[in-house]
């Protein structure tokens, strides 16, 4: 086990020994309660696994490895809260960069906000999508690790990837280095403390944990832990929370235990109803105003699946 993250702290206590791909370790620190799995990663093994290996196992529909274009037409569909989390902090004059960019869905989505973008992403087939198909400017590899010609951001993005790398204050700190003056990070993070992590019957809650830990996350942050980190890195941070998936989704694990068929659907997949007799139609305005209420109290608790960070010097 090597020393946490954030503490330097060797002392950590066993969380769970089964993750999503079968046996697995995940650990969590006794001093800053920082959650990691126990494994090890060089940059070569990343390399490869996400480049051979990760869409076959995590692909955004289940059983089934998708394409760049795919991926994109899937994933560019969902994206839509972010654009809405970011949007105050666009204008014609910045330059952005995105760490972890995917297919570069985001990108595509924001590129006439800004003056410029640019994306990193450790998937070459992705790179090329990205460069061939969009006309976007994207680098293949780790960001700690490439020349971007010493260029400067306004706003640094990273979606969902810190969790992923075995090194992510060493990224943080990179991403501080690459900000111009009064520039800004935005990062995002699964949250540790998902409510379907806590608030839904055993057995199925124990099948969600299961699945909740994965061999793509080599650590779980909470509000506590990412704040620690952003400040260990040098960084102002102010956290929020916000959830993707559909109160349809938390009843799907709640009752069956299982995910849905796949992320598109368990986003935005919201209807119970889809007849239009008297009573499905009420009982589907009566939902959907439950959907919204569940997203607020998602958000307001802390219990969604997403802390939203910005970052600043």
Not at 103 to 111: Q, R
Request: charged share 25%; proline share 3%.
């Amino acid at each position: 086990m090597n020393s946490c993250e954030i503490c330097g702290s060797e002392d950590f206590s066993l969380v769970a020994t089964e993750i999503r791909e079968g046996a697995g370790k995940i650990c969590q620190c006794n001093s800053c309660g920082l959650v990691i799995q126990d494994i090890s990663q060089t940059y070569e093994g990343l390399d490869k696994y996400y480049n051979e290996e990760y869409q076959l196992i995590n692909s955004l529909v289940s059983g089934r490895e998708q394409s760049p274009k795919e991926h994109f037409d899937d994933r560019i569909m969902t994206i839509k809260p972010i654009i809405e989390n970011i949007r105050p902090y666009l204008n014609p004059q910045i330059k952005l960069l995105e760490i972890g960019c995917g297919t570069g869905e985001l990108l595509y989505n924001i590129k006439s906000y800004v003056s410029e973008v640019t994306g990193v992403e450790i998937n070459s087939r992705f790179v090329n999508f990205i460069n061939s198909d969009l006309g976007i400017e994207a680098y293949a590899g780790d960001i700690n690790k490439i020349d971007i010609g010493g260029r400067k951001f306004d706003f640094i993005i990273s979606i969902a990837t810190l969790d992923h790398l075995n090194n992510p204050l060493e990224t943080l700190v990179t991403m501080r280095d690459l900000l111009a003056p009064d520039g800004k990070i935005y990062i995002e993070v699964p949250n540790r403390n998902e409510g379907l992590n806590h608030y839904i019957p055993s057995p199925n809650r124990e099948m969600f944990n299961k699945f909740f830990w994965h061999r793509a996350h080599l650590f779980y942050f909470t509000k506590a832990t990412i704040t620690a980190l952003f400040k260990k890195a040098g960084l102002n941070g102010s956290i929020s929370c916000r959830h993707d998936y559909t109160l349809k989704n938390f009843l799907n694990w709640y009752f069956l235990g299982k995910p849905q068929s796949g992320l598109v659907t368990g986003m935005l997949d919201s209807r119970f109803f889809y007849g239009k007799s008297d009573f499905e139609v009420r009982m589907e305005k009566a939902l959907s105003s439950l959907e919204e209420e569940f997203k607020m109290i998602m958000l307001q608790t802390f219990c969604g699946d997403n802390l939203c960070c910005i970052g600043w010097l």
